[in-house]
């Protein structure tokens, strides 16, 4: 089954304990992309991917990192998580990035406190 | 940035009328989709539209394009209980720094009364 798979599903943390969302696709999509989706701004792209060791920055990367080792792993990492940090992420990828239709993750709900 | 801009922000509609929803955009695109969510969970992809396309049909879907008023058109048929959920729009691009990114707008929620 063509899936995106995200870990953990839920999360809670102290600030600044560095974390780590993981996120993996069986579809050998190039293009991989994490969004924040808060309530009244929709979904915001953080990073994206176009493929292997191909990173770039979206519109809300401050505070994020991420990496792209392997074609379908694309983790999140957040060194010093911070409350405006809490929200709910998702992992998407696709062939192209914007030409064919992206396929999501289940979702990270993040509490930073 | 926020691309696309859906409106209504909030549809509440009885079960087997029709449900529309609008999406409007600022600048030029190569496609635009449109994307369901139940609620908290991930997003899933119902119908792509490329920028040579006026209207596309899949199933109870149809899905108009105007790219000369820069707007979209969602249109559910014969709505059911079970297509509450929040629809958004995502145009797709390629911007001047080789970026290429679907960017979101935030969302009509549906609520479809049985």
């Known amino acids: 089954e063509a899936q995106v798979t995200q870990n953990p599903r839920y999360l809670i943390t102290v600030t600044g304990k560095k974390l780590t969302v993981t996120c993996s696709q069986n579809?050998?999509?190039?293009?991989m992309s994490w969004y924040r989706q808060d309530p009244g701004l929709g979904l915001r792209q953080i990073y994206y991917?176009?493929?292997?060791?191909?990173?770039d920055k979206g519109d809300v990367p401050e505070g994020y990192k991420v990496s792209r080792k392997e074609k379908r792993n694309f983790p999140l990492i957040l060194e010093s998580p911070s409350p405006n940090q809490t929200s709910l992420y998702f992992c998407?990828?696709?062939?192209?990035?914007?030409?064919?239709?992206?396929?999501f993750g289940q979702g990270t709900r993040l509490t930073v406190v | 940035s926020q691309q696309g801009e859906e409106d209504p922000q909030a549809l509440s509609i009885q079960e087997g009328e029709n449900a529309t929803m609008n999406c409007s955009y600022k600048?030029?695109?190569?496609?635009l989709q449109w994307y369901r969510q139940n609620s908290g969970r991930g997003l899933v992809h119902l119908i792509l539209?490329?920028?040579?396309?006026r209207e596309k049909h899949s199933g109870r879907l149809r899905v108009t394009l105007d790219t000369s008023k820069k707007s979209s058109s969602l249109l559910i048929t014969a709505s059911r209980a079970a297509d509450t959920a929040s629809y958004f729009c995502?145009?797709?691009?390629?911007?001047?720094?080789?970026?290429?990114?679907?960017?979101f707008g935030s969302g009509t929620r549906l609520q479809v009364q049985p």
């Open positions: 579809m050998n999509h190039e293009y």
């Open positions: 539209i490329r920028s040579n396309e």
């Open positions: 998407a990828s696709s062939f192209t990035g914007t030409g064919t239709e992206a396929f």
């Open positions: 600048t030029s695109i190569n496609n």
């Open positions: 995502a145009t797709g691009s390629f911007m001047d720094t080789g970026r290429r990114a679907l960017t």
């Open positions: 991917s176009m493929n292997v060791e191909v990173t």
